[in-house]
């Protein structure tokens, strides 16, 4: 099955910084890559989302970029917020109901 | 627009136990199902999800079981509960067709004691 690791597990940012989260992935028939934020006590929430026939996407703040040939793909986080301080999840599918997820990556964000 | 709704949030069980979490989904129709858990500190895991009313899916061999009586309830069981089923367990749906986006509910808070 699909195996997707997700560095770094703890990731600390100056307010203003910027944070980065690279997750890669096994199976090369994975075609679809989103991304979750998770508050304290919450279920995740999907925050972006790219499928394989784009190299980039963008959403204000955030841009997640995948690299089908190196099986890898990144969230980039601008400008970073205390309200960024969340869990954030990496996942791969390719289209069979079954999303395979990173084990996380802690954001704080350092006022 | 789509909403999701679990319940109940939080619960204390001792072991033994029988177990009953609903999860109901309005503004779509015949919803992906799905029901993830996640021990605390850690990611994501599959445990069932469902395509259309009686269609279950299990992932993983366990202590639960999963139904889908009507055609937006999903419900995840167990007879008799165990300490290792303690941890945060998520409903989420997702679209047919649109890939494999799905969203998830608020969770609800296992304690097996």
């Known amino acids: 099955g699909e195996n997707v690791e997700q560095h770094p597990s703890t990731l600390s940012v100056q307010e203003g910084d910027s944070a980065v989260i690279k997750c890669t992935y096994s199976?090369?028939?994975?075609?679809?890559f989103p991304w979750y934020k998770q508050e304290l006590g919450k279920g995740p929430q999907l925050i972006i989302d790219?499928?394989?026939?784009?190299g980039e996407k963008k959403d204000q703040r955030i841009a997640v970029t995948l690299n089908k040939t190196a099986k890898h793909f990144s969230l980039h986080i601008t400008e970073t917020q205390p309200e960024d301080s969340a869990v954030y999840f990496c996942a791969a599918s390719k289209n069979d109901y079954k999303l395979s997820f990173g084990a996380g990556t802690t954001v704080t964000v350092r006022a | 627009s789509q909403t999701i709704h679990q319940w109940p949030a939080t619960l204390v069980q001792p072991v033994g136990s029988p177990l009953s979490l609903e999860c109901t989904v309005e503004?779509?129709?015949?919803?992906?199902l799905y029901w993830y858990r996640q021990a605390a500190g850690r990611g994501l895991q599959l445990l069932f999800y469902s395509v259309g009313i009686g269609q279950i899916s299990s992932e993983v061999p366990q202590n639960l079981s999963a139904s889908r009586p009507q055609d937006r309830q999903f419900i995840l069981s167990s007879k008799k509960l165990l300490l290792s089923d303690s941890g945060f367990y998520l409903c989420?749906?997702?679209?047919?067709?649109?890939?494999?986006?799905?969203?998830f509910g608020e969770g609800s808070w296992l304690t097996v004691v």
């Open positions: 503004g779509t129709s015949n919803p992906n």
């Open positions: 199976d090369s028939a994975s075609n679809y």
């Open positions: 989420a749906w997702g679209t047919p067709g649109a890939g494999d986006t799905i969203y």
């Open positions: 790219i499928r394989s026939n784009v």
